[in-house]
Every structure is written in C-alpha cells, then in structure tokens.
C-alpha cells in the first residue's frame, strides 16, 4: 500500500487524504504542532467534520519543516495546499525535496499562488452560469482531483512536483469546459427548453418523448438508498 504525506490545513489536502485512504493507501497527515486547532475544527459542528474527513489516517504533531528529515522510501507520495509564499519563508523547494526523496508531490494552489478558498473557486469557475453552492464543492472537488493525480503518478512510476490550481481544477468538471462557450441560463445549454433540469420540488428529464421526474430527496431516503457502510460514509 502507498505511503501518503498529507500536508496543509483545511478541507482540500484533508478531503484527497481521505479519498486515498478509502483506496487503500497508508495517509499520514502532519498537523501543525503550533497552530492548533486546524481551521476544519473551528467551524460549526467542526470536530464531526474534523473526524470524518481524517477517518482512516495517522495524525501525527509536526511542523512542515520537517520534510527536510525524511529519507528515501519513507514516503511514496505527497500532497498538499500550502502557499508558494510559505515554502519559500521556510527555504523549501517542493521540486527538490520530490527530486531527493524520489517521489511524486502534488500541490494545489491558488491560479495566482495566494490564498486558496472553496468561494473564490466558485466564483471563477461556476457563478458565470449559476449561483454560490452552499457545500465547500470548490475543496471537494479539488480534493478528488489532488487525489486523482497523486494516484495516477503513482500507477504511471512518474515522480517530481506538479501542481493544480483549484479554480481550474473546478472549472474542468464543466461540460465544454472553455473550448465550448455556451449561454447558460438555469438550464443545460445542449437540451431544448423544458426537456432537462428543474421542475416543480425537482426535476424533469423528456426521454424519448416521456417525462421521467424525480423530487429533491431528502437525508431519510439518501440513508435508505444510497450506498453506505451503515453509519453513512457513503462508498464507492
């Protein structure tokens, strides 16, 4: 099983530790011995988000610094969300440390290398054709791609530092992404009017000439339906 260093705080790194444990992977998470609690932990109800989100990991006290302490075959793969700017206050080089430790290190970070958040990637990449999503979809998603990429590299024996940029890792789940500008208006661009999309409590979908609709449901039927292990970590 790959070994996974996950640095960095908040949702994003911490949301890919999770995907890459769920897949089998051994994720250590380093949380700063010095800023405690981590942003996650501030939030509303944050301790149950906090131990959802690092099920399955190995939290261990240690500043990022302490990268400069591993050895080869410590480690398979790392990942994190840490500023540009941090590193070089803390005279690391994610490409060399990759390079000595011959690994691969995947790093998100902000299109212009500043601070990272859920609402800005939002705002880049989906508000020109809906509204603000109240669920931290920009950390999500950007998780699952940090995660992606991580455990492609490692399938594909590639090392050395790559980095994603969270707005553009968002904006890759729009259909067409930027080769097919499309007007957008609450509805699909590509069905006709009325055939795709909202309808009354939910949804219609016209196929083949019949409705199929569908109302928003609820967390009683998500519980009763949808894939779980019994105390609702949905599986996949």
């Not at 995907?19 to 010095?34: L, N, S, Y």
């Not at 024996?157 to 790559?162: A, I, L, T, Y």
């Not at 219609?204 to 928003?216: C, K, M």
Request: glycine share 10%; aromatic share 8%; net charge negative.
């Amino acid at each position: 099983m790959p070994e996974v260093l996950e640095l960095g705080s908040y949702i994003l790194p911490a949301y890919a530790g999770m995907i890459m444990a769920e897949q089998g992977c051994r994720v250590t998470k380093w949380t700063h011995p010095e800023h405690r609690p981590d942003p996650v932990q501030s939030l509303e109800r944050g301790d149950e988000l906090w131990s959802w989100i690092n099920n399955g990991k190995r939290l261990e006290p240690r500043h990022v610094r302490e990268v400069r302490a591993l050895e080869p075959g410590d480690i398979d793969v790392v990942i994190d969300n840490i500023r540009l700017s941090a590193w070089q206050k803390w005279g690391i080089d994610p490409a060399a440390e990759a390079e000595r430790l011959g690994v691969p290190w995947v790093s998100m970070r902000d299109e212009f290398d500043g601070r990272s958040f859920d609402a800005v990637a939002q705002a880049r990449a989906l508000m020109e054709h809906m509204p603000y999503v109240p669920v931290y979809l920009g950390d999500t998603s950007g998780g699952l791609w940090l995660a992606f990429k991580s455990l492609a590299l490692l399938a594909d024996g590639r090392r050395g530092h790559h980095v994603l940029r969270q707005s553009s890792c968002l904006a890759k789940l729009v259909e067409g992404e930027l080769m097919v500008p499309a007007t957008r208006t609450g509805a699909p661009p590509w069905d006709q009017p009325g055939t795709y999309g909202a309808h009354g409590d939910g949804v219609r979908v016209i196929y083949r000439g019949e409705p199929v609709d569908e109302p928003a449901r609820g967390h009683d039927w998500k519980w009763r339906h949808l894939r779980h292990d019994g105390t609702g970590r949905i599986t996949v």
